[in-house]
């Protein structure tokens, strides 16, 4: 069973994501049969320092806007988040480059539930990543990736490339939420919102849209999270002690990024 401070921080991250994807909204440019964008496909990436609560990156998908394939939204919050680990905790002299991002950049030693929670880093994706994005997170050692839409095409990906990428103490999963949907509380309000959102999403994929591409057509849901996580303020969080210092600092930083959007 999930522990309330990762639901609250998943919660809080997911809420993220979507008012990203809210307040950078990139309505489909149909060309004929072919669906593009300004930017790239409305999926939007964060990676949190888990163990102090920090956003290291909060970044999206930009193959159309960069006329690149490979910037997906985890490449490009991945490359952004290199650069906040190597100021806030660099390399000692001694330390070789790879025991440096094997230790210390996304990951750390340990392969118990409080391990992925409090050691490392954690990739929040709004997709389950695509295989390309599978084993760029391998490479890079995250040690937690947490997406909110499942993805059949490439779900199994992650875990079966780990036979060429020995060594990872990590783990990919859907963000956690709260079972509870008869409450006020914010865990419970935000759960019921990106279950609804859920629900949505598969249905778009059944009737045939592409997974990539469902949120083009929930502007309405993207913004009552935005809504939500405007009105949410760190009185409202139910963890405590270190766990609601992490979890405030996760939600005013991702406050303060989409402000800057």
């Not at 059949?152 to 963000?175: L, N, Q, T």
């Not at 057509?217 to 949410?232: D, R, S, V, W």
Request: overall charge neutral; hydrophobic content about 40%; glycine content about 4%.
């Amino acid at each position: 069973m999930s522990s309330l401070f990762q639901i609250e921080r998943d919660c809080i991250a997911t809420l993220g994501l979507l008012t990203s994807n809210y307040i950078r909204f990139d309505p489909e440019v149909r060309k004929g049969a072919v669906v593009t964008h300004v930017r790239g496909y409305n999926v939007h990436t964060l990676v949190v320092d888990n163990i102090d609560g920090e956003v290291l990156s909060l970044e999206q998908n930009r193959i159309h806007q960069d006329e690149n394939p490979l910037q997906h939204g985890e490449q490009v919050a991945i490359r952004s988040a290199i650069e906040r680990v190597k100021a806030k905790r660099p390399r000692q002299v001694g330390v070789a480059v790879e025991a440096y991002y094997k230790s210390s950049m996304f990951m750390a030693a340990g392969s118990t539930p409080e391990d992925f929670l409090n050691s490392g880093c954690t990739l929040y994706n709004t997709f389950d990543p695509c295989g390309m994005c599978a084993v760029t997170l391998l490479a890079c050692y995250m040690k937690r990736i947490a997406y909110v839409f499942a993805d059949k095409k490439h779900s199994a990906v992650y875990d079966a490339m780990r036979e060429y990428f020995k060594g990872r103490e990590s783990i990919k999963e859907p963000v956690a939420l709260s079972e509870k949907s008869d409450e006020a509380s914010f865990v419970a309000r935000a759960s019921k919102l990106i279950r609804d959102l859920q629900v949505r999403v598969t249905a778009l994929e059944e009737a045939g849209t592409p997974l990539v591409q469902t949120l083009d057509a929930c502007y309405e849901p993207l913004k009552a999270a935005a809504q939500l996580l405007i009105g949410t303020s760190v009185d409202d969080l139910a963890s405590a002690g270190v766990d609601r210092d992490r979890n405030a600092k996760t939600l005013l930083d991702i406050k303060r990024r989409c402000n800057s959007l």
